[in-house]
């Protein structure tokens, strides 16, 4: 790399002479610019607050894709899931017991778009299985009663006609208790510890009831709140409280815990965000140590940031998992701008001593074309997103890029005539205070290490570079993706909800579904679906199960009506006729009768009690075309490799008829998240990289500070991965990320570093690395505390991303500090050695 003298002066480019025309306006009129931009705060301001949070997983996949629009047909044909349990205490089991018969049909007069339904005891469906139970009995009990019948009554007319022989052995009597044995039901039961035992959902000895309230509001529907207040409105009005001091009432259920958790996530972006930008104005004080400076670039960050969401609201119309957290990323990012913009303007008033108009075009001239070209490269990261159909990356990449630039163009708009106002109301003193001379020291060490130890830190960054270019191949090569889900999920906070839903589960039974549901669109095509999942399932080693039990309506329907209704009259009949015959006394048949069939018609789907077939149930009020398909018992939804299995066993099933059915749900979602990444990260990285490639070799029309740039940023980027395989961090949906953003935020600083040194050639080497070097430390600093501010998030994702981007920063900034500087340095004392010889 060879020295660079100062430069002849060039032509200024149309970019430049339109910004020294801003300049001219700024400097003459500053409160008509301030005025100017605050206008178009209101409307942006406005529409940054209508951005709503959506953390579905689908949201982050294109709307093309099967399984996004398999599952926006489950959430049109389907009520909702989500539950809202009222749950009672009281000392007395009969007064909740009437609390439940005062307060469930007032439930039910809620409105539908509140209340899909109100489930207060399974006593409808105990009371139809108990008239149904001999239905329900295995047909080879029934068989063998039916045998048994049989032999007893033929036995008991050959006695009494006396043509038995005497070593014929007598059949067992048939009596009361043995009906009752064979004709157990087989699907409730009455057992007192059993959920729903007499017909209410009480538990803990009769001092607690519930009463499950399906509603269909979304889980994240901050709505639950409201709906939590009108049910124990209406409560309040029944006077149970007043008539029992011990009665109390709660909630739980997925509706209040799941909107719990999303109000969690909220909150949680907004605590990051806002510790983000008080971190990142911290270090801008304490590099600067003027609240004037900290005020003009705080407001222009404040006014970047807010054209980016509101552009987001126009252009996408709500934030996901993936990008609700931007607003420290950017603040981070796009500060960087007018830190080197301040920079140059205190160093031409203080160390140069220019005039306000001589700094301020100074500072505008020497500064937009370097930030300029960060911001291109910065764009092209982000827009190297923008390419592929995962709306996660998409997302990301339209509201990143879009605050970079516009980060860019406040900083050049409206931070100059900050300055001008603030110059006029309070001038910078003259001569350096102490202020300017710290604002030095973070740059100084750098460039002293850096001259000092030139050779060695050159020889340990180009040495470096082989080693961490094995660690990169190797990182890629293996499988670098996570594949632990409870390192991506929120910390589970306990709740009042959360340990509530403890207790009423053992009242109720889980409430919550861990099958997934398959649609069809006809009723005939369910039994062949289950019958080609079961399939599936038993050709399946015995190890490698992909899913458990396959559950339809019918699993529901006695099998073999027909037969067990043809047996069942018989067996009524012969019981009939041996008690006109006297073989069955009175007392023997009163104990019969509760055992012996009321009714013998035929089941279908449409006589099952709702509680049964809620389930299977649609909006249109349809039964039946719903089948779910539940995980392998043992195996954990945490593990994405197992969620993969499962959720490729049931995402699309052909019939023998040639139908083709499609599943869905979280597990096929989270499973084409993966497939997608897998398909895009390739590309997204080599679009990153070549499209930064591109700008800074036009930015520096292909001279060799450009390339020089280059291979400080490929050395930082390759340092990154290296720590990320020694650190065994795995990549997921959100924290692959890092990676282009490194590439194109990183070369920020080799940018900045190598422009400066064009301007004052290397005559000026020390001061480009102290004074250029103290803002790019700050630039980075401030980057940094962005992404670190991402570590005290509840969501193990957002943190992953928070720590890569980091070590994509310190890796990219040490390079461009330390590395960098010592290639130079190097390179100078050869070619001057060289000279002499």
């Known amino acids: ?483 632990d889900l409870h390192n991506i999920q929120n910390e589970q906070k306990v709740t009042a909800a959360g340990e509530l839903a403890v207790r009423v589960n053992r009242v109720v039974g889980r409430m919550s579904q861990s099958g997934r549901a398959v649609l069809t669109d006809r009723l005939d095509q369910v039994e062949p679906l289950v019958a080609e999942l079961e399939r599936r399932r038993e050709a399946a080693p015995p190890d490698a199960k992909p899913f458990g039990k396959v559950v339809s309506i019918f699993s529901l329907v006695p099998k073999d009506q027909d037969e067990k209704i043809e047996l069942l009259e018989e067996l009524v009949d012969q019981l009939e006729r041996a008690r006109k015959r006297g073989f069955v006394s009175d007392e023997e048949w009163e104990q019969l009768q509760p055992h012996l069939p009321k009714s013998l018609d035929p089941i279908g789907i449409d006589d099952l009690p709702s509680l049964a077939a809620q389930p299977f149930s649609e909006r249109d009020g349809s039964r039946g075309r719903i089948v779910y398909v539940a995980p392998t018992p043992g195996k954990s939804l945490s593990d994405a490799r197992y969620l993969m299995t499962w959720a490729d066993a049931f995402r699309e099933v052909r019939l023998p008829n040639g139908d083709v059915i499609r599943g869905t749900g979280d597990a096929v979602v989270y499973s084409d998240m993966l497939l997608n990444i897998g398909e895009d990260a390739p590309r997204v990285a080599l679009a990153s990289f070549l499209g930064t490639v591109l700008v800074i070799l036009i930015a520096f029309r292909f001279r060799r500070s450009g390339f020089a740039a280059l291979a400080t940023l490929a050395l930082g980027v390759m340092w990154m991965v290296g720590a990320l395989a020694l650190l065994d961090v795995k990549m997921n949906f959100l924290n692959f990320v890092a990676l282009p953003i490194s590439i194109g935020v990183g070369a920020d600083y080799g940018i900045n570093i190598m422009a400066r040194r064009e301007i004052e050639g290397d005559e000026a080497l020390e001061r480009v690395f102290v004074e250029t070097g103290g803002a790019v430390i700050a630039c980075s600093l401030v980057t940094l505390l962005g992404y670190l501010a991402l570590l005290f998030s509840v969501n193990g994702a957002v943190r992953s991303f928070g720590q890569a981007a980091a070590l994509g920063e310190a890796s990219t900034q040490i390079t461009a500090m330390l590395v960098l500087p010592a290639v130079i340095y190097s390179v100078g004392r050869w070619q001057r050695r060289r000279a002499r010889l």
């Not at 205190?346 to 370097?370: F, G, K």
């Open 1 to 483: 790399m060879s020295s660079v003298p100062p430069p002849a002066a060039r032509p200024p480019t149309w970019l430049a002479r339109l910004l020294d025309r801003l300049a001219t306006v700024q400097l003459r009129s500053p409160w008509v610019v301030i005025a100017v931009v605050a206008t178009t705060l209101f409307p942006s301001i406005w529409l940054a607050r209508q951005l709503e949070l959506r953390s579905s997983l689908s949201e982050l996949l294109p709307d093309d894709k099967p399984s996004v629009i398999e599952l926006q047909r489950v959430r049109e044909r389907l009520e909702g899931m989500s539950t809202l349990v009222l749950v009672a205490e009281a000392d007395d089991p009969a007064l909740l017991r009437e609390f439940v018969d005062a307060v469930a049909p007032r439930l039910r007069q809620l409105p539908r778009e509140w209340v899909s339904g109100v489930d207060d005891g399974p006593r409808e469906a105990q009371a139809f299985f108990e008239l149904h139970k001999h239905l329900y009995a295995e047909l080879s009990e029934i068989e063998k009663l039916h045998e048994d019948v049989t032999a007893r009554y033929d036995w008991e007319v050959g006695r009494k006609a006396g043509t038995n022989l005497d070593d014929d052995e007598e059949p067992p009597r048939v009596d009361a208790a043995t009906l009752q044995q064979r004709f157990a039901r087989k699907v409730t039961d009455t057992k007192e510890t059993e959920p729903g035992a007499g017909g209410y959902y009480l538990g803990e000895n009769g001092r607690l009831i519930a009463v499950v309230v399906r509603t269909p509001l979304a889980s994240a529907d901050l709505r639950a709140f409201e709906l939590k207040q009108r049910v124990s409105a209406l409560v309040t009005e029944l006077g149970f409280e007043r008539r029992d001091p011990s009665f109390r009432h709660s909630f739980t259920g997925s509706l209040i815990t799941s909107a719990e958790q999303y109000r969690a996530v909220k909150e949680d972006l907004q605590s990051i965000g806002a510790a983000g930008v008080a971190m990142i104005l911290g270090v801008v004080f304490l590099f600067f140590l003027r609240v004037r400076v900290l005020l003009a670039l705080g407001t222009t960050i404040g006014i970047g940031c807010t054209w980016a969401f509101a552009l987001a609201e126009l252009a996408i119309g709500h934030l996901n998992t993936a990008t609700g957290f931007l607003v420290s990323i950017i603040a981070g990012n796009g500060m960087n701008f007018s830190i080197i913009y301040m920079a140059r303007y205190l160093e031409a008033r203080r160390v140069e001593r220019r005039s306000v108009e001589d700094a301020l075009r100074a500072a505008t001239r020497d500064t937009h074309a370097p930030t300029l070209a960060v911001s291109g490269v910065a764009m092209v990261s982000y827009g190297a997103l923008m390419t592929t159909d995962f709306r996660g990356f998409r997302h990301f990449g339209v509201i990143g890029g879009a605050g970079m630039f516009l980060c860019w163009v406040a900083t050049f708009a409206v931070l100059p005539a900050l300055l001008v106002v603030s110059e006029r109301l309070r001038p910078l003193p003259e001569t350096p205070t102490f202020r300017d001379r710290l604002s030095g020291l973070y740059g100084k060490p750098f460039a002293w290490l850096s001259r000092r130890f030139s050779l060695p830190i050159a020889v340990v960054g180009v040495l470096s570079a082989f080693a961490t270019c094995a660690l990169t191949i190797r990182y890629f090569a293996g499988d670098p993706m996570e594949y």
